[in-house]
């Protein structure tokens, strides 16, 4: 079996504060010096491995998954504040939740939601203000939680939706906030747990709003049931739903997986968007190719004119090989195991960098460089083996076509009503549970054709 590099326990420890911050340049370097896996025992009995070998990562998340379960990062961490949902289970729940819900996000149902999507698009573009620099993360990030909720509920649902909708927006992004100060300062989690101590900041604050969020959800839902609308929406979609035994999902669990679809559905989205908007306004030539495709959005259709639009498909997956923002997953190994002359020993950590992988020189040409066209439908099949920017296998992210055509359509609804120039000269970003973009401030001008 071949010897996998072990960084000793003490550098890792003097540098933890740094990589805390930002693991980025400790995964590069170490890449860089021991080749595509390096291991690291922070504590006794505990192996995390670092990978952004291709086979090793389809080994783990197709070939072999059952082997391998999510951490406790995942499921016990992010769970505390997101439920137990499709996200954050593993084994038989997570199957038969998976097996449900699947459906929902097909082309056909996701097709249905395509106006409601667009509605809220057209919406956050006509408030964006042109002729100064503005944050597009901020403008992204409000779109996408729109796009995600108008897409679960109807309007009708409840008379204060769109304040809900606010409340929702606010009690995730603070949770997300609060699981990201536990993560980063790990030392610090006496003080958080303690409301006396930390007040607003605070995990049992934080799990206080968590609870007030399921009451919103509940309330939607109990509305929903005593109605007889079916407006077709995600939610309609989930409540028709039945396990293979033919019974529905409880209602705690409905509250689960919506809570899960906000958080894995809106700000991976966000980012993209942030990184996409940039990519584009600095490479003023992709921009121009992207232009003569927007001829094809069609109000009655947008599903059709989507597909006609290969060129931003293309830019939309060069912005998720740069700029993933699942950057990494993990998996720990349940029995002992191995992939090709690798051993897996039973527990060990599996982290996988998909941002490592997308940006490795032996399998992209110019990694770092932007270029759509390495995506063109001829071309895209060979990167089928190590371009995962949604996973892969059993577990790869059931909003993908979701995420692909809201993107494509809110790039193309951005190219019909505005000229887009960058303020700063390159992209910056930080890693935090996603990947986040950083400093994405846009100038944005109306185009002369839209300009009243
Ligand atoms: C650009 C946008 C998105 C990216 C890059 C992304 C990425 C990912 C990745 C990499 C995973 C797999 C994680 C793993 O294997 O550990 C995942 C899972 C998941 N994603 Fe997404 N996602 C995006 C958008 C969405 C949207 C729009 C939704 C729903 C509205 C969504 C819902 C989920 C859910 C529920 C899972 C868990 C699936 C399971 O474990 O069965 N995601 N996503």
Redesign the pocket.
Known sequence: MRKIEQIPALTFLAKSRQIYKNPLPFHRENFQKYGNTFKISPKPGLMIHFTCDEKITQHI?QKNQKNFN?STL?TEDLGKYIGH?????NGEK?RA??KL??PA?YKKSISSLMRTMDEVIQEEFSKIKTDEAIDVYEVFNDL?FK??AR?LFDLADIDDLEEKISRLQFITEKAQKMLIKELRIPWMKWYFDREWLSGENSVPHALELIEEAREILRNIINNRRSSDREPGD?LDMLLHSTYEDGSYMEDDQLVD?IL???I???E??A???SFAAQLLAHHPETIAKANKEISHLDNKDLMTGLMQMPYIKQC?DET?RMY???YV???VAIAADSCEDIAIAKGSIWL?S?YEMHRRKDLWEDPEVFNPDRFAPDKAKAYRDFY?????????????N???F??ILVIARMLERFEITPVHDSIDYHPLI?LKPRNAQLLFKKKAATEN
């Open positions: 998340l999510k995942q949902g499709l996200l954050t289970e997570w939740n998976r819900i699947q996000f996408a796009v995600v897409s995600l997986e899960v679809l906000f894995a559905g809106h991976t989205t980012n993209a968007l939309v998720l993933p923002p699942a997953t993990d998996r996988i998909f995962f920017p949604f996973g892969a296998g059993p577990r790869m992210c059931v909003g993908n979701f995420a692909v809201e993107m996603t």
